[in-house]
């Protein structure tokens, strides 16, 4: 049988910690002296009721959570907590409609940044904040910090770690997983912190540079202004597209750079790969600015690599509208949609790891074939990947290709033209924010039908964990010997 007892404790020790986000922001409205500070306030008590009385109903349950409790309570936490955290917006009005507040909030808790507001100037600061904390939270993973701070979470807590960290690598610091968790939250606030800083030096004032640092590290893409990171300067923009770079990182390389242990970082395959697929695809699109579009050098290298960098790493910021470059760079902007960055950082998509795993895979397949009895098996860091591990990948990127299939279909159904809704599927499940169409980088999703915006909330939901975590919900077999 499910722990349903254990799971509701966990809801609500997580309602009780958002609550306290949501009293942060109600500072900063009362700070600024704006009207949405009543707001806060009101979600915080409505969190920190529903919150008390789970954790006061079943404070004494045992604490087991295996496998399937771990699955449920992912799913249900992040869907639990995009409904609670909608409520700043509906309160305060800042938001219209139930759609369009959990839509903005499952898009920053995913971090995936697609936004329906098309004034964001006018929002006061603490709905600036709460958007970008959004981001903070989602970023390193809900359950990763409950698995940090909550004392219940041992041995049991790897079965959550594991269902929000569902991927390729699962990469353990310390052999226990509480340890690893602090370990990858530390290493997470203290980017943050310097990212802030170096924002400051630049002349972005606190306020902004910290909403900013959330969004980039978080792999998010909430900025505090309409025009997102074009009109900063130069310095300030290559801040973020350095941080931006380090967010789609593996965590684990920095911990392995801390501890003096640089060969690791530096003959690491996918890290390897990572900045040689920026490296080429900077490259071709600076070339062809320069000399189609008949741009700046120095600005057509800077667009070329932060829109390179934001999209390749689910970032979603922009200083430009690569819709409008030359068509075939928007085709290559849309490719990018599904790459992702590497496995183990915060970033979404199908991750650099798992298409380096399809290509050797294929290539060697050709050696098999001229040499069928022939053991080629496939390796990554001098290390043979399992059949096992290759057929997950594979069916990965099979289902999030027909899912993708699916949302592109279903969104036109409900009225969006083809470019649209691929570019709105594509962008969603990928976490990244802006797409192509009427969804690109100077527009945003408020004009996306309702049941699209309830399709592509699912869709980010999918993407952020990773496919499987959710879709087992929906199989019989997950229910059946409980």
Not at 139 to 156: E, K, Q, T
């Amino acid at each position: 049988m499910l722990n349903y007892r254990f799971i509701g404790k966990v809801l609500g020790h997580i309602l009780l910690a958002l609550s306290v986000f949501m009293l942060v922001c109600a500072a900063v409205a009362f700070f600024y002296g704006e009207d949405d500070m009543q707001a806060h306030l009101m979600a915080a008590l409505a969190s920190m009721s529903f919150g008390g009385v789970a954790s006061w109903l079943w404070r004494s349950t045992p604490d087991e959570v295996g496998r399937r409790e771990g699955f449920v309570i992912v799913t249900l936490v992040w869907v639990v907590m995009s409904l609670f955290g909608s409520l700043p917006y509906i309160l305060s009005g800042t938001i219209p409609g139930f759609t369009n507040a959990f839509f903005e909030t499952i898009s920053g808790f995913t971090t995936t940044g697609a936004s329906v507001v098309s004034d964001i100037e006018a929002l006061p600061h603490g709905i600036l904040l709460w958007r970008s904390i959004t981001h903070l939270i989602g970023g390193m993973g809900i359950i990763v910090l409950a698995v940090a701070i909550l004392p219940y979470f041992g041995f049991g807590g790897m079965s959550l770690y594991n269902a929000e960290a569902a991927g390729i690598t699962n990469d353990k610091l310390h052999p226990r997983v509480k340890h690893t968790a602090k370990l990858l939250w530390g290493i997470y606030v203290v980017l943050i912190l310097l990212e802030t800083g170096f924002l400051m030096l630049g002349g972005m004032p606190l306020f902004d540079a910290l909403c900013h640092s959330f969004a980039t590290i978080a792999s998010g893409g909430f900025s505090t202004k309409n025009d997102s990171i074009a009109g900063y300067s130069p310095y300030i923009q290559y801040v973020i597209i350095v941080f931006m770079l380090f967010a789609g990182t593996n965590f684990t390389l920095f911990y392995f750079a801390w501890k003096g242990k640089f060969k690791k970082v530096t003959e690491n395959r996918e890290f390897r790969m990572y900045l040689k697929v920026i490296a080429i695809v900077t490259a071709i699109v600076t070339i062809t600015l320069v000399f189609l579009d008949h741009h700046n050098g120095e600005e057509s290298f800077r667009k070329a690599l932060f829109q390179v960098v934001s999209l390749l790493t689910s970032t979603g910021f922009a200083t430009d509208d690569y819709t409008a470059w030359h068509p075939y760079l928007t085709y290559l902007m849309f490719l990018l949609l599904f790459s992702g960055a590497c496995a183990g950082s915060t970033s979404g998509g199908i991750k650099i790891m798992r298409h380096s795993i399809l290509f050797r895979n294929t290539l060697l397949e050709f050696k098999r074939m001229v040499h069928p009895n022939a053991v080629i098996p496939l390796k990554i860091e001098d290390k043979p990947v399992s059949s096992d591990t290759v057929y997950k990948v594979l069916a990965f990127v099979i289902l999030y290709m027909t899912i993708f299939s699916i949302g592109t279909f279903a969104l036109t159904f409900f009225g969006m033209d083809m470019d649209s809704a691929m570019g709105a599927a594509a962008t969603t499940m990928g976490g990244i924010g802006p797409g192509i169409g009427t969804v690109g980088p100077v527009d945003n999703f408020f004009a996306v039908p309702q049941a699209g915006k309830w399709i592509l909330s699912f869709l980010m939901l999918l993407g952020r964990l990773e496919l499987f975590t959710v879709l087992i919900l929906f199989s019989p077999h997950f229910w059946k010997n409980n």
